[in-house]
């Protein structure tokens, strides 16, 4: 087969790139082969050159853009830096998440309508940008388990999980007639430092492991390969889905 769904791109955009899962897909898409990583990130510079070193050791050209996404402007802004940068993308990934880790009922409307704006609507906004500057390609947004199950402190933000995959479902719909395939991942507990923070003595985070047949609690890697199949051509016919990576943890 030599249509376009089997070349590999060569050009990326990670929104929520520098930190956690977001890193691990950008490094992915290096050591996959994209020439070009555009790496989003909202305001920490250390961390952001970090990843660029990781990405130029890599053998991949690191473009950051600082942009945070509750704004639209700010998401105009980032396109136009990603199109002085390259011509075309081949990947979106979709990373970037903002919220309080609380329960529903003492969410303020500031902090609901934060969340919302930065977890599904500037994805929406972010799809509708990269119509135009792909031929054809692949957008990839990062979920979790909490759009579907009632998470521990997880609130709101769950609740934006579950618009961003319906989201997901209609641009899958809509974009596939342009060669743009869109699909999410919905990923169990995945370690960072923000989360071992705020959960290593919560209870609630070791029955998370107990219950999760895999025995532990996923690696930003184990995300990120899944991103990175789905950007690939071995994913051609999937669209419009959320394949879910928890360890097997629903199952139970």
């Excluded at 290096?30 to 070009?36: C, Y």
């Excluded at 802004?77 to 009922?105: E, I």
């Excluded at 994805?123 to 500057?133: H, M, N, Q, T, W």
């Amino acid at each position: 087969m030599n249509d376009a769904s089997t070349v590999k791109p060569e050009a990326a955009l990670v929104a929520g790139g520098s930190r956690g899962i977001g890193r691990a897909v950008a490094f992915r898409l290096a050591e996959w082969g994209v020439k070009t990583v555009i790496v989003n990130y909202l305001e920490n510079d250390a961390a952001a050159d970090e990843t660029r070193r990781g990405l130029e050791a890599r053998g991949a050209r690191c473009v950051l853009a600082k942009a945070n996404l509750a704004h639209p402007d700010e998401i105009d802004g980032l396109f136009r830096t990603a199109a002085d940068a390259v011509p075309r993308l081949g990947v979106f990934v979709h990373c970037a998440a903002l919220g309080a880790f609380k329960p529903t009922r003492t969410t303020k409307p500031n902090q609901w309508d934060l969340t919302m704006n930065v977890g599904a609507r500037s994805f929406l906004l972010c799809a509708e940008k990269c119509v135009g500057f792909m031929t054809s390609g692949s957008i990839i947004a990062v979920s979790s388990l909490g759009s579907t199950r009632v998470l521990p402190h997880y609130g709101v933000i769950g609740v934006s999980k579950a618009a961003l995959e319906s989201t997901v479902r209609y641009l899958a719909v809509e974009l596939a007639p342009m060669g743009i395939r869109v699909n999410a991942v919905s990923a169990g507990l995945v370690r960072s430092e923000s989360m071992e923070k705020l959960f290593a003595a919560d209870p609630a985070f070791h029955e998370v492991i107990s219950r999760t047949p895999a025995g532990r609690v996923a690696e930003p890697d184990d995300v990120a390969d899944v991103v990175v199949f789905l950007a690939g051509p071995a994913a051609r016919w999937i669209h419009g889905q959320v394949i879910l990576a928890d360890g097997g943890y629903s199952l139970v």
